[in-house]
């Protein structure tokens, strides 16, 4: 689990300073995506006993998946639409609002796990395991209606 945690903090660090976002904005989306991958593949791997629960590691998962929140509606500016393989749907710049929308809920879905918990030791795999669930409903409905499926 170290080297999961490591590995997360050490990405979101690097990808919030940054300057491939305004150069690339597919690659510096895809990277991010990459990071709350893992951050989704850990709070899973912890929700079902694939490993252990750790509050930090839990709060650490919803921290980065709440950093993407927050950056990631920036990262898809006219004239990226295409290229690099891309599965970001044309219905995100036919539909900014919609986009917008939900990139709020998930803000406000994954900072609510973490800014109730004033102290560590209270935040328990239940309380984990509820605010998971929610930062990852967004992401199943958001990839369900601004996501090109892949082949």
């Known amino acids: 689990m170290k080297k999961s945690v490591i590995i997360l903090a050490t990405g979101a660090a690097l990808f919030a300073g940054s300057t491939i976002a305004a150069e690339n904005p597919i690659a510096a989306?895809?990277?991010m995506m990459q990071n709350v991958v893992q951050a989704t593949k850990m709070g899973g791997a912890m929700l079902k006993g694939k490993m252990d629960y750790s509050p930090v590691a839990g709060q650490l998962v919803l921290r980065v998946m709440n950093?993407?929140?927050l950056s990631f509606g920036t990262l898809f500016p006219?004239?990226?639409?295409t290229?690099?393989?891309?599965?970001?749907?044309?219905k995100i710049w036919s539909d900014m609002g919609g986009f917008d929308k939900a990139l709020v809920k998930f803000?406000?879905?994954?900072s609510a796990g973490f800014m109730k918990v004033e102290d560590l030791e209270f935040f328990d795999k239940d309380a984990f395991g509820e605010a998971f669930g929610k930062a990852a409903a967004n992401c199943k409905s958001c990839h369900q209606e601004y996501r090109v499926k892949k082949n």
């Not at 290229?83 to 749907?89: C, Q």
């Not at 803000?107 to 994954?110: C, G, I, N």
């Open 67 to 69: 950093q993407a929140s």
């Open 29 to 31: 989306r895809k990277a």
């Open 83 to 90: 290229g690099m393989e891309t599965t970001a749907s044309p």
């Open 78 to 81: 006219k004239g990226s639409e």
């Open 107 to 110: 803000q406000a879905d994954t």
